[in-house]
Nanobody
Framework: QVQLVGSGGGLAQAGGSLRLSCADSGREFSRYMVSWFRQAPGKEREFVAAISRDGQNTNYAASVSGRSTISRDNAQKTVYLQMNTLKPEDTAGYYC????????????????????WGQGTQVTVSS
């Protein structure tokens, strides 16, 4: 069973940084692909970043590419999203999602593919 807990959000100024965490209390974390999504009020949940279950393959949405890094520590059962050079348009609730399957390098990009979700952590960026 996967139980994801997202944390690390908060209030930041434009140009600042935040590191989000997605921790799992289950026993099979290394079997799961994990992706981060975000959702602003009145908008659909959108893909932000993805990481394969072995941590060797990653991908990013164009909106965060070059200023964000997703990583994972399977021993600590945690996925991280380091976000730098924050912009006001990064303001949203951030959610980690996970699913099992595929190869060790597989990723997923659609919110509908996630089987498990963290509760979300709010990021607010002021200009």
């Amino acid at each position: 069973q996967v139980q994801l807990v997202g944390s690390g959000g908060g209030l930041a100024q434009a140009g600042g940084s935040l590191r989000l965490s997605c921790a799992d209390s289950g026993r099979e974390f290394s079997r799961y692909m994990v992706s981060w999504f975000r959702q602003a009020p009145g908008k659909e949940r959108e893909f932000v970043a993805a990481i394969s279950r072995d941590g060797q393959n990653t991908n990013y949405a164009a909106s965060v590419s070059g200023r964000s890094t997703i990583s994972r520590d399977n021993a600590q059962k945690t996925v991280y999203l380091q976000m730098n050079t924050l912009k006001p348009e990064d303001t949203a609730g951030y959610y980690c999602g996970a699913r099992i399957g595929g190869s060790t390098s597989s990723l997923f990009y659609r919110a509908a593919e996630a089987v498990y979700w963290g509760q979300g952590t709010q990021v607010t960026v002021s200009s």
